[in-house]
């Protein structure tokens, strides 16, 4: 975890594409799709950034048992 702010900002990006998820799944609205289009290029993007995300994150969990106790 070197770099703060792409940890930040991947941080920041998966909680959006959650709180989009969880919109989903409670109102069956996806406010990427009513922002951006129906699978138009922009929402494309911004749904593999999503992922792209998630997937660094999955590094935090190798840095769990480097914590100090």
Do not use: P, Q
């Not at 989009?20 to 109102?27: E, H, M, Q, S, V």
């Not at 190798?62 to 100090?68: A, E, G, I, R």
């Amino acid at each position: 975890m070197g770099n703060k702010i792409i940890d930040g900002i991947a941080l920041t990006i998966a909680i959006i594409g959650a709180i989009n998820w969880g919109l989903i799944g409670l109102f069956r609205f996806d406010l990427v799709a009513f922002i951006f289009g129906e699978m138009s290029w922009l929402s494309r993007i911004i749904y593999t950034l999503v992922g792209l995300c998630g997937l660094y994150l999955i590094s935090f969990y190798m840095h769990l048992s480097d914590s100090k106790d």
